[in-house]
T-cell receptor
Framework: GAVVSQHPSRVICKSGTSVKIECRSLDFQATTMFWYRQFPKQSLMLMATSNEGSKATYEQGVEKDKFLINHASLTLSTLTVTSAHPEDSSFYIC??????????????FGPGTRLTVL | RKEVEQDPGPFNVPEGATVAFNCTYSNSASQSFFWYRQDCRKEPKLLMSVYSSGNEDGRFTAQLNRASQYISLLIRDSKLSDSATYLCVVNQVGGKLIFGQGTELSVKP
């Protein structure tokens, strides 16, 4: 149990385009989903926290108009990188928190999306 | 000062060695603590939670000292498959996970 999927797993796009990444909790309802970014040789950095049906809370330094988050249901959150630039190239990972296996404070991570902006 | 700091790596050890990772955190209000393992180009996977009483899972032992704000992970009889980056993770109020920068372990035959 407690499976989180992400789609796509890898995307290469031209500078200026927008990219949408989906995060789904497959076998549990996620009350909260988190979006992280990881640059090479660095640790995961939390970008934003989203709760179903409400606006996401962004971490300091993360532009909410550039990284659009929609958490439309208890099993799906999307991150859209708008007008992507090469510096946005990174590994984007989502996690979902909810009642899975009886634990409410465990975050289950998706497999990540590797974004390369040319 | 970083919120979660780990030993700089990489650690290069032979098979069968015992290796210890250290981690300190700055926020005394932190609520729960974990060690995650991350393989190259993959997502982090939960290795174990860390409790004040100490806990063991096979060859892995984790310790938490709240007074010193210090967390450790001991790996005994290391295997080639233990090669990965080990992340010290602290959960703060509201479920926010703060990750350390990770310590890379390479176990050699």
């Amino acid at each position: 149990g407690a499976v989180v999927s992400q789609h796509p797993s890898r995307v290469i796009c031209k500078s200026g385009t927008s990219v949408k990444i989906e995060c789904r909790s497959l076998d549990f309802q996620a009350t909260t989903m988190f979006w992280y970014r990881q640059f090479p040789k660095q640790s995961l950095m939390l970008m934003a926290t989203s709760n179903e049906g409400s606006k996401a809370t962004y971490e300091q330094g993360v532009e909410k108009d550039k990284f659009l988050i929609n958490h439309a249901s208890l099993t799906l959150s999307t991150l859209t990188v708008t007008s992507a630039h090469p510096e946005d190239s990174s590994f984007y990972i989502c996690s979902a928190e909810g009642l899975a296996g009886g634990s409410t404070d465990t975050q289950y991570f998706g497999p990540g999306t590797r974004l390369t902006v040319l | 000062r970083k919120e979660v700091e780990q030993d700089p790596g990489p650690f290069n050890v032979p098979e069968g060695a015992t290796v210890a990772f250290n981690c300190t955190y700055s926020n005394s209000a932190s609520q729960s603590f974990f060690w995650y393992r991350q393989d190259c180009r993959k997502e982090p996977k939960l290795l174990m939670s860390v409790y004040s009483s100490g806990n063991e899972d096979g060859r892995f032992t984790a310790q938490l000292n709240r007074a010193s704000q210090y967390i450790s992970l001991l790996i005994r009889d290391s295997k080639l498959s233990d090669s990965a980056t080990y992340l010290c993770v602290v959960n703060q109020v509201g479920g926010k996970l703060i990750f350390g920068q990770g310590t890379e372990l390479s176990v050699k035959p």
